[in-house]
């Protein structure tokens, strides 16, 4: 059974970047979309973007000028880079898997989530 | 992008009464909605794929419909560990969006 293990420091001074790794177990990072998903305290779920196997990426327009994905087929790992961060940053952030390998799909798998708070 | 709204907000019902939570769509998904169930400090777990589609270990007293624009999720005979929230997602187009979510209370 595929697990998915977000990885990355809890706290990020405001106007850095947030970086996060996902971690894939085992399975295979290869031929399936991954995607980033964030949720602040007490509110809904947040499609922040997704990664192809491939290296091929779609992000949400309300942060595509902050985000940066990438996949390391080595290490069986994608990250998420989110620049200029501030407050309304501050979230738990998933990793999911979508389910067909050609997507788009249901997220079948999903991480345990990782917190984020923006403080300085 | 797609907006998905889901009503009620919240819903409070009794041990064994069915449970009907809607989500409407902004524009056709055709039927690529799909629904999940997220219990406190978890992270959200698929329950039904494709509007109607089960998935494998989850309770069969959970049920989806719909196609289009309207959707709903059915729990019949509500258990005591169903009392969560529950979002809705579309992956017809991208950017994919969720529902703002419906928790669910026992009385």
């Known amino acids: 059974q595929v697990q998915l293990q977000e990885s990355g420091p809890g706290l990020v001074k405001p106007s850095k970047t947030l970086s996060l790794t996902c971690t894939v177990s085992d399975g295979s990072i290869s031929s399936y979309f991954w995607n980033w998903i964030r949720q602040p305290a007490g509110k809904g779920l947040q499609w922040i973007g997704r990664?192809?196997?491939?290296?091929?990426?779609n992000y949400n327009p309300s942060l595509k000028s902050r985000v940066t994905m990438s996949v390391d087929t080595s290490k069986n790992q994608f990250s998420l880079k989110l620049r200029s961060v501030t407050a309304a940053d501050t979230a738990v952030y998933f990793c999911?898997?979508?389910?067909?390998?050609?997507?788009?799909?249901?997220?079948?798998?999903w991480g345990q989530g990782t917190m984020v708070t923006v403080s300085s | 992008e797609i907006v998905l709204t889901q009503s009620p907000d919240f819903q409070s019902v009794t041990p064994k009464e069915k449970v009907t939570i809607t989500c409407r769509a902004s524009?056709?998904?055709?039927?690529?909605l799909h629904w999940y169930q997220q219990k406190p400090d978890q992270s959200p777990k698929l329950l039904i794929k494709y509007a109607s589609q089960s998935i494998s270990g989850v309770p069969s007293r959970f049920s989806g419909s719909g196609s289009g624009t309207d959707f709903t999720l059915t729990i019949n005979s509500l258990e005591a560990e169903d009392a969560t929230t529950y979002y809705c997602h579309q992956s017809s187009s991208l950017p994919w969006t969720f529902g703002q979510g419906t928790k669910v209370e026992i009385k």
């Open positions: 999911a898997r979508e389910e067909a390998e050609t997507g788009p799909d249901a997220f079948d798998i």
């Open positions: 990664i192809y196997s491939s290296g091929s990426t």
């Open positions: 524009q056709s998904i055709g039927s690529n």
